[in-house]
């Protein structure tokens, strides 16, 4: 039986500053089309679908790494979020929880993706895009929001309810997107991948394996 590999870290490189810059351009970008609330102060953008795309593309580190830098641009000013909206002021608002939300919701989303050393399946690809991009982002978001409005949890968490729609389709979208850069563009994800487990069959062990990025 063979002897199982510690995946390597590897420093960032070039290469990974200018992918880490395309996504952030991406999720500013999906900001373009502007915001709209229904019953609450929080926005629905489209700004979520960037995040896990972030994430399932980039791997935990580097996604994470991808919002942290969007974010700290918005602080200085730049408006990147949706309607326009930048400055510190967004981080002391009802949304900042969802910001925060989208660091810790990259990183599970590309930490759910890159974890196996098989190409992942479209069920685990749903998976991380559900778990980091909605469930993560609402476990941080809810509460802050909660506490910034001073509506109970129980009602803030009945009145994010309006959210879920809209982010299980982002979640689809997102799953598709990534299901078809695997088959048409694997360099995208810059790793190697053992293929998809066959029935009784073991694959030959991958020569790089890094999902930790």
């Known amino acids: 039986m063979p002897e199982a590999r510690s995946p390597r870290r590897r420093a960032i490189d070039a290469t990974d500053i200018a992918r880490l810059a395309v996504f952030v351009a991406i999720i500013a970008a999906l900001g373009l089309p502007g915001s709209f609330s ?10 979520t679908f960037g995040v896990m795309l972030a994430g399932a593309v980039l791997g935990p580190r580097l996604s994470a790494l991808a919002v942290v830098v969007l974010l700290a ?16 002021g967004v981080f002391v608002g009802p949304s900042a929880g969802y910001l925060a939300g989208w660091v810790a919701g990259a990183f ?4 759910i993706v890159h974890a196996s050393a098989r190409k992942p399946a479209v069920w685990r690809t749903a998976l991380a895009t559900v778990v980091g991009g909605i469930v993560v982002v609402y476990a941080f978001g809810i509460p802050v929001q909660s506490l910034v409005t001073r ?6 968490v ?9 982010d299980l389709v982002k979640a ?9 850069l695997l088959r048409a563009y694997p360099r995208a994800f810059r790793r190697t991948w053992l293929p998809p487990r066959r029935d009784g069959v073991a694959a030959a062990e991958a020569p790089d394996l890094d999902p930790t990025r």
């Open 172 to 180: 689809v979208l997102a799953t598709l997107t990534v299901t078809t």
């Open 38 to 47: 229904v019953l609450g102060a929080v926005p629905i953008t489209a700004q």
């Open 158 to 166: 009945l009145t994010s309810l309006v959210f879920l729609p809209g």
């Open 108 to 111: 599970v989303t590309g930490w």
């Open 73 to 88: 641009l918005v602080a200085v000013g730049l408006p990147l979020l949706a309607g326009g909206r930048g400055g510190v």
């Open 151 to 156: 509506l109970s949890l129980g009602d803030t």
